[in-house]
């Protein structure tokens, strides 16, 4: 089955400027997370979706980051305006939410942000 | 407040050496448990989860993890290393209690196997 898909895998942006990520979970996953790794630290969650509604974006920065996802299938993180500390990998996730295995979540390769 | 703790940031051994990683939760109820490894520039991959049953989980590539939940440990182990082990270790937690079954990972356990 195909995994999950992300990109841009690489971006470099100046700060003030802005950069958005695209991410198209594996078919029928209804749960879609965003998270944010910073080099040396682990996954935080950023935000995460059930079908097309907001389940938990309490650790998003929601003055400068914002998520979509209107269908309930692919989801898009933008940034805007980007700061120094935003450089990090932006992973996406995506889980089946159903069944024995209902809670394995399946990681994106995952998009990596530099912000100079 | 509920987190996932790793004990070493950084682990370095050499080839054939023994490797356990800690990680103990603040979770409290029902808890599936997982370990995440990070190889190099690549994506996290699952090496092995508990959801109930035996607490000794067998995973990919060697590795096992043992449940205490008394200790509210998941400790990750392999007999013996390889070089191609050096990566970025991390254990996860979903919690029934957390809201929506978040996912919550560790700070990350660096090991370096010399050859």
């Known amino acids: 089955e195909a995994g999950v898909a992300q990109s841009p895998r690489y971006k470099i942006i100046e700060k003030r400027q802005s950069v958005a990520f695209w991410c198209n979970p594996i078919?029928?996953?209804?749960?879609l997370y965003w998270y944010q790794q910073i080099l040396g630290q682990g996954p935080k969650l950023l935000i995460q979706?059930?079908?097309?509604?907001?389940?938990?974006d309490s650790q998003l920065p929601k003055d400068r980051f914002s998520a979509e996802r209107l269908k309930g299938v692919d989801s898009t993180l933008k940034i805007q305006p980007a700061k120094l500390e935003d450089s990090a990998v932006y992973l996406c996730?995506?889980?089946?939410?159903?069944?024995?295995?209902?809670?394995?979540?399946?990681f994106g390769e995952g998009s990596w942000l530099t912000v100079v | 407040a509920q987190s996932v703790s790793q004990h070493n940031h950084h682990v370095i051994l050499s080839e054939a050496a023994s490797l356990e990683l800690g990680c103990n939760y603040s979770?409290?109820?029902?808890?599936?448990l997982f370990w995440y490894v990070q190889y190099p520039g690549q994506h996290l991959q699952l090496l092995l989860k508990?959801?109930?049953?035996?607490?000794l989980v067998k995973g990919i590539k060697g590795f096992e993890a043992e449940f205490i939940k008394s200790k509210f440990s998941f400790n990750l182990r392999k007999p013996s290393v390889q070089w191609s082990d050096t990566a970025e270790y991390f254990c996860?937690?979903?919690?029934?209690?957390?809201?929506?079954?978040?996912?919550?990972f560790g700070g990350g356990t660096r090991v370096l196997v010399k050859p």
């Open positions: 078919s029928g996953h209804a749960t």
């Open positions: 979770y409290g109820g029902t808890v599936n």
């Open positions: 996730a995506s889980r089946p939410g159903t069944g024995s295995s209902g809670n394995t979540i399946y």
């Open positions: 996860a937690v979903i919690s029934s209690r957390a809201a929506g079954n978040k996912l919550t």
């Open positions: 508990y959801f109930s049953g035996d607490p």
């Open positions: 979706f059930q079908n097309n509604g907001v389940v938990d």
